[in-house]
């Protein structure tokens, strides 16, 4: 490349398929974007998914390439495993970033990790961001949540990137500053936290109309949908409905009776419980969300004990209404 005119607005390191969709989604929206990956194939099916749209997206192979390919000062984004993976690619970046560039992970990290990797930016004179990023592989394609956190400065150097790449509600783009520090992952957290109280909620309607009710999965999905245009209307509640119609196409009936009823889970939710728990903050929905994934895990010990402690049969009676 030859000139600042060929370098690009923004980096992003890290291209599973949170980092591809959000690649494309910011090459999309017209900011020239380097992408790099430690594991090469992944660049190369980046640039396949890029090339047929022309985005201006151009990938990179090694560290050095890819940062010297971004315009100055620069700005990167992370998305890669929270934890050690995130250390390791800051490590491989810094040898060749300059005093002022920003690094902004991306990932659903533990806020005092954030934190502890501001401090050490600031050792070298780099800026740092933790931004929670809502929304799955859907919203990184075409529009997420986006919580930054850290260096005000940081923030201000990609405000109209981030602005125009996320969803776009009525007053406005869905990303605002947070605050400093790991402020930004610590509202992630609590939101995450918040959707398993949510999706705990939505899974015991679901049980009891399924289990005490007799609902059939038509006549469930119904209900949900007519939830959906109510003050309960939202993203959980409208996918819900919508899963329930899903066939499988292997055998008869539908998907949604095939599923293992076994869940995981990547911490925040643990992580929530913790730090209500510390701060002496009642949040028994998510208390008890978080011990139903505990107990969903456990299912050779469920099959077990429901041999030896059987359950309780009900009858109830159903009106035109429901139950």
Partial sequence: MEGAAALSRIGLAGLAVMGQNLALNIAEKGFPISVYNRTTS???ETLGRAAPLELPLTGHYSPRDFVLSIRPPRSIILLVKAGAPVDLTISALLPHL?????IIDGGNEWYLNTERRLADAESHRLLYLGMGVSGGEDGARHGPS????GHLAAYKNVEDVLATVAAQVDDGPCVTYIGEGGSGNFVKMVHNGIEYGDMQLISEAY???KQIGGFSNPELAEVFGEWNRGELESFLIEITSDIFRVRDRDE?????????DKTGMKGTGKWTVQQAAELSVAAPTIAASLDSRYLSGLKEERVAAAEVLGGREWRVRRTCCGV
């Avoid at 008869?252 to 293992?260: A, C, F, M, Q, T």
């Fill in 98 to 102: 300059s005093p002022g560039d920003s």
């Fill in 146 to 149: 986006l919580m930054p956190g």
């Fill in 252 to 260: 008869e009936g539908e998907l949604v009776d095939k599923i293992l």
């Fill in 42 to 44: 992944k660049v190369d």
């Fill in 207 to 209: 049980d009891v109309l």
